[in-house]
Nanobody, 119 residues
């Protein structure tokens, strides 16, 4: 059974930082690309960041470039999202997702973790 479990969300003031973690089990983590997505109230789920299976390439939404950093530890089956300079527009439920390398779709999703940024 594949499981993706996010943690690290919470309430933070504008300008603050949080680090999200996503621990993956039930699949061969090292051959999966990993992504972070978010869904704000009343909005569709949106791409935030992604990292390839080897960690060699990373991708970011324009809205988070320079503030967020995605990384992974294949020995720990974990992907991280370091979020700095948070602002209220970053408030959302954050989800991690897994995609088999060489494929287009994210097939496995976590339950999400709430991030709330107060002004």
């Amino acid at each position: 059974q594949v499981q993706l479990v996010e943690s690290g969300g919470g309430l933070v003031q504008a300008g603050g930082s949080l680090r999200l973690s996503c621990v993956v089990s039930g699949l061969t983590f090292r051959i999966y690309d990993m992504g972070w997505f978010r869904q704000a109230p009343g909005k569709e789920r949106a791409f935030v960041a992604a990292i390839t299976w080897s960690g060699g390439n990373t991708y970011y939404a324009d809205s988070v470039k320079g503030r967020f950093t995605i990384s992974r530890d294949n020995a720990k089956n974990t992907v991280y999202l370091q979020m700095n300079s948070l602002n209220p527009e970053d408030t959302a439920v954050y989800y991690c997702a897994a995609r088999l390398r060489g494929t287009a779709d994210y097939n496995y999703w976590g339950q999400g973790t709430q991030v709330t940024v107060s002004s």
